[in-house]
């Protein structure tokens, strides 16, 4: 926290928003969803003129991004079943879910993992969810806050009960720029790094 401060999310997207852009960014840049997301928004009216459009005029929308095939059809499928259960494109009902009930709302649906159901209901909600990419992945490992041999599925649930409610956010943020600039996959900086003296694997090497 001293190094990379107190987060606090502003600009929250709209559930469907954060799903959609959430399965945009899938193996890309954040700056590369962001800008398909907005081609997506400013070539259909609304979230219903999407789920009633072709996979093929949805990948052309989202070009931009890759696996945009393989997006617009995932995008599509999503649309489709949240209209086919609620009716709309209203996902409130989730916040007044038990969080349990709320991710397996949200995984239920094809190709919507553990990862990018802590994003909307962390991010769209500011539930106390952890989404475990690869940077929180990787660090809570060679920190020691999780087991070596953890699944990614496994680490959702263990670090949710480890850290507390209203550092979610702020852990979540900054492990993910930790990971950009210090805890690098390859070569971390051990030597410039805040965490060494509580890190298990720079402790052990
Ligand atoms: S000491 Fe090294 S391995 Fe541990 S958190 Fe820091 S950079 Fe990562």
Redesign the pocket.
Known sequence: MNEYGTRIHHNRLPPVDQLVITVLAQNTTDITAERAFQQLKSDFTDWSEVMNASHERIAESISHCGLHNLKAKRIKAILTEIHSRTGGFDLSLLKDMDIEDAKAWLTSLHGVGPKTAAIVLLFSFGLPVIPVDTHVFR?TK??GLIPENTTRERAHILLDQIVTDECMYSFNYNLVQ?GRK??RALK???FS?I??NY?E??QSH
């Open positions: 660090i060679r920190l930790h210090v805890c971390p900086h051990c790094c965490l060494s890190c694997h720079y």
